[in-house]
Each structure stands twice: as C-alpha cells, then as structure tokens.
Nanobody, 119 residues
C-alpha cells in the first residue's frame, strides 16, 4: 500500500490548511486511517483517526480545531486544520491499517508533509 499525502505548507497563526492522503495498491480493506505528527526532537504523536464506519478520535490538543474525514470508496482521508497555532508546526504523517492481497492486516505510513505555522 502506498500512501500519498498532500496539502502541507506554511500559514500564519489562526489560519487553515487541509491535508489529504490517498491510499493505493492491492487493497482489500482499510480499517483505521489517520494522521500523526512529529516535531523535531519529539516522538510521533496521534492527531486524529477515523474508522471505516466513521468513528473518530482526536488528540485533546486539536479537539474543536481539526476535523478528520474519510472517503471509503476512494481510500482517502482528509484533515481540515483550522485555528492553527505555532505549536502545530510538525511533519504530519498519514497512516492506514490495511489488508492487502496475500497479506494480513498491516500498518502503513505515508512520506510525511510539513506544516509550518508562523507569523
């Protein structure tokens, strides 16, 4: 499975960005899709996840500001980020727990997209 993320960039505090991630390959099914982020010197942390049935879970630090959504037919996941803060600056990684032909459930990661929030 390949995960292609897009939509990162630079924005001023209070601004918005929308991240997108498309999964491709010999996919049989995708269970959970989500976004994680990593800042320099820190561990990768969960931002938000969404199940195939639409159940979502958010990190406390993004609740009320970020919204995750998913298109199961297109194997895509999006992250709408509003009211961005400088502390949201990080590399954001797309993640998918997927089952592919000939293999069991496996965790996949995208290449990461940089989000910079600065005035």
């Amino acid at each position: 499975v390949q995960l292609q993320a897009s939509g990162g960039g630079s924005v001023q505090p209070g601004g918005s960005l929308r991240l997108s991630c498309a999964a491709s390959g010999s996919i049989v099914n995708i269970n959970v899709m989500g976004w994680y982020r990593q800042s320099p010197g820190l561990q990768r942390e969960l931002v938000a996840i969404v199940t195939s049935t639409g159940t979502t879970n958010y990190a406390d630090f993004v609740k009320g500001r970020f919204t995750i959504s998913r298109d199961n037919a297109k194997n895509t996941v999006h992250l709408q980020m509003n009211s961005l803060k400088p502390e949201d600056t990080a590399v954001y990684y797309c993640n998918a727990n997927a089952r592919v032909l000939g293999r069991g459930w496996t965790n996949y990661w995208g290449q990461g997209t940089q989000v910079t929030v600065s005035s």
